[in-house]
C-alpha cells in the first residue's frame, strides 16, 4: 500500500505507517467524498499461483488465510450497525483482499485528545465509562470477544456544543467469538492488557483451553482500564512481574490507588480476579455506574496530615 494508490475503490490520501499498529500498515483514504481510515495486514498473505513455496506450504497458508477470514467475517457479522448501542463501536465497512493481503476500512474519527481525571467532572467520567461500557456490553451480547481491550483502542468524541466525552471502541482485528480464540501462536492483543488465562494460553499451560477464553477476558482489561481512567494511572502490584496478570498468576498482591472508593476498589478487585467466571460482566459495570459516587476520588487528607505533622 503506497499513497495514491487505489484499493477496492478507496484512494490512499496519506503515507501509509505502522505507528502503534503492530502487524499492519494504515492510512487514511477517500471514495466518493467521504473519508476512511485504511489498514493493511501484513500477515496473513494468501498465497497465489506464482507465489514461492511448494504446494503443501501454499495449502498451509491458504488454511491459514481461510481462517483469518472466517474469523473476521464472524466478528462483522454478528455486529448490527443499526443496534441503538452500537454508535460508539468503530467497527469494519469494508473487508476484502487485493493480491496476496488483506484490507479492512472503517470511518475516519477525529478524536480529542484525553484530559487528566482529575479535569473531569463526575458526570464526563460516569458518561466516559457508560458509552465504554454499552459498547462491551453489546459485544459480550453478541458473544465476541474484543481481545485487544486498552486505552489507545478507544477514541474520544466530544460532540458539539457538548462537554461530555464518548467514548469510541476501535480495532477489532484480534477480536474472537467467545470460547473460540485463535491458535496460541497467532492469537494477539496487547501484553499488558491481557487476562491471566490468556497468558497462561500463549504459555501453553495445557489446563488453559480454548473454550476458557471468554468475554470475560475482556473484563479484566476493563478493570486496568477502570483504573486508569479514574487515577491516572494503571494497578501497582507485589514482586518483579511483567503485567498485573501476570502478578495475579504467581498470586502476588495487585495493589490500587488509595484515592478510590471504597466501591471503586471492590469492583475493580473483583474485574481483576484469577477467576473468569467471578468477574463482574459489562452489564454489572453499568449497573455500578448507576451510582455516581462509584467514579469519585478521595481526596488527598494524607498529604494534609503528613504537613501537619511536620
Not at 31 to 45: A, N, Q, S, T, V
Not at 162 to 187: C, E, N, Q, V
Not at 208 to 220: E, G, N, S, Y
Request: charged share 25%; hydrophobic share 35%; net charge neutral.
Amino acid at each position: 500500500m503506497k499513497q495514491g494508490d487505489s484499493l477496492n475503490g478507496y484512494r490512499v490520501v496519506t503515507k501509509p505507517t505502522n505507528d502503534g499498529a503492530g502487524k499492519c500498515l494504515w492510512a487514511f483514504a477517500e471514495r466518493d467524498g467521504h473519508e476512511y481510515f485504511i489498514k493493511e495486514f501484513l500477515d496473513p498473505k494468501r498465497p497465489g499461483r506464482n507465489s514461492m513455496g511448494d504446494e503443501e506450504s501454499k495449502r498451509l497458508r491458504r488454511k491459514q488465510c481461510e481462517e483469518f477470514e472466517c474469523r473476521h467475517w464472524a466478528v462483522i457479522n454478528n455486529l448490527d450497525p443499526t443496534d441503538p448501542y452500537a454508535g460508539n463501536l468503530v467497527t469494519a465497512l469494508d473487508f476484502f483482499c487485493v493480491g496476496t493481503k488483506y484490507y479492512k476500512v472503517t470511518a475516519r474519527m477525529r478524536p480529542v485528545p484525553m484530559p487528566p481525571p482529575e479535569a473531569l467532572s463526575t458526570q464526563q467520567k460516569v458518561v466516559l465509562l457508560g458509552t465504554l461500557g454499552d459498547s462491551l456490553a453489546l459485544l459480550h451480547r453478541q458473544n465476541i470477544v474484543h481481545g485487544d481491550l486498552k486505552p489507545d483502542n478507544v477514541l474520544l468524541h466530544r460532540p458539539p456544543r457538548s462537554d461530555l466525552y464518548t467514548a469510541k471502541l476501535i480495532d477489532f482485528d484480534d477480536a474472537y467469538l467467545s470460547g473460540s480464540p485463535p491458535d496460541r501462536d497467532t492469537i494477539g492483543g496487547d501484553a499488558g492488557y491481557a487476562s491471566p488465562e490468556l497468558l497462561r494460553y500463549l504459555k501453553d499451560d495445557p489446563s488453559i483451553r480454548p473454550v476458557q477464553l471468554t468475554t470475560a477476558a475482556d473484563m479484566f482489561a476493563f478493570g486496568l482500564m477502570l483504573h486508569g481512567y479514574l487515577t491516572g494511572a494503571p494497578p501497582g502490584f507485589v514482586g518483579a512481574h511483567g503485567s498485573v496478570a501476570e502478578a495475579v498468576n504467581a498470586g502476588a498482591d495487585v495493589r490500587l490507588d488509595t484515592k478510590l472508593g471504597d466501591r471503586a476498589r471492590a469492583l475493580i478487585q473483583a474485574l481483576l480476579g484469577a477467576d473468569p467466571g467471578s468477574r463482574p460482566t459489562a452489564a454489572d459495570v453499568l449497573l455500578a455506574l448507576n451510582d455516581k459516587s462509584l467514579v469519585d476520588i478521595k481526596r488527598s487528607r494524607l498529604r494534609i496530615n503528613v504537613s501537619a505533622n511536620r
